[in-house]
């Protein structure tokens, strides 16, 4: 069985997110699943399988962290697609995938990018939770919370070398969100090839820290785009690994281009 680590949200190896793919013939068991996933020990793991033909999708599509599966992934699912796509299992420009988070489209495009379709997170303005500067060590601009959606807390900080410099205490962010913390601030370069910058920490699922997160994108785009007056911009993400999401806005959905690169293929002997 053929296994890849594929990095996601860069065109530059070593760079991005990783994440493990596995393409497989039908889901087995659970507890088979979350075993490789604690294997592999990345942020997330996808497994994936063919559909049958004429249905809403043609791959069903799960991730699962090291310690429990999650119902959304941006950067897995951009792996996922990458792989499909540059192996030929998978034809045609758009692969639609079935997920726990419903049918979420992903395309190809010539220049290398996949743009993936998926779903606009609400955001709702919220009082600073108690303890959560003390956790961040950073002074809190806002709070927003997207518990209906992808569980998160967007929380602005004053500036880009706040979010840069972040230590926090990841101990003390468990209890403050049901998914993961969003720390995130304007851009200080307006020509620096990114409007915003953000980093995710997901203790609480057992991630210290993402490097980039594809789905917190879909809150951070309507944030964003409301602050600047576009629909279409890019966000920086993560701490010693970066990586490059383009957002479009698009009403209750939200599209998420970027490139993946392949670093590491081999045999699950499992």
Known sequence: MRIRIVDAFTDQP???NPAGVLLLDSFPEDSWLRN????VNL???AFAHPLPAGGEADWALRWFTPATEVDMCGHATLATA????????A?????????RSGVLGATAAADGTITMDFPTSALTPVPVPDGLAKALGAEVVAVHDTSAHIGDLVVELRDETAVRSLTP????LVSLSSRGIIV??????PDGGYDFVSRGFFPAIGIDEDPVTGSAHTALAPYWSSRFGRDELTGLQGGRRTGLVRTHLRGERTLLTGHAVTVIEGDLHA
Not at 91 to 99: E, H, M, N, P, V
Not at 169 to 172: E, G, R, T, Y
Not at 184 to 189: D, G, K, Q, V
């Open 82 to 89: 990458h792989v499909l796509h540059t192996t030929g299992a």
């Open 91 to 99: 034809s045609g420009g758009t692969i639609r995938f079935a997920t």
């Open 184 to 189: 995130t601030a304007a851009a200080e370069n």
């Open 43 to 45: 942020s997330e793991t």
């Open 14 to 16: 070593f760079s991005g």
């Open 169 to 172: 205490d990841l101990a003390a």
């Open 36 to 39: 490789v996933a604690a294997e």
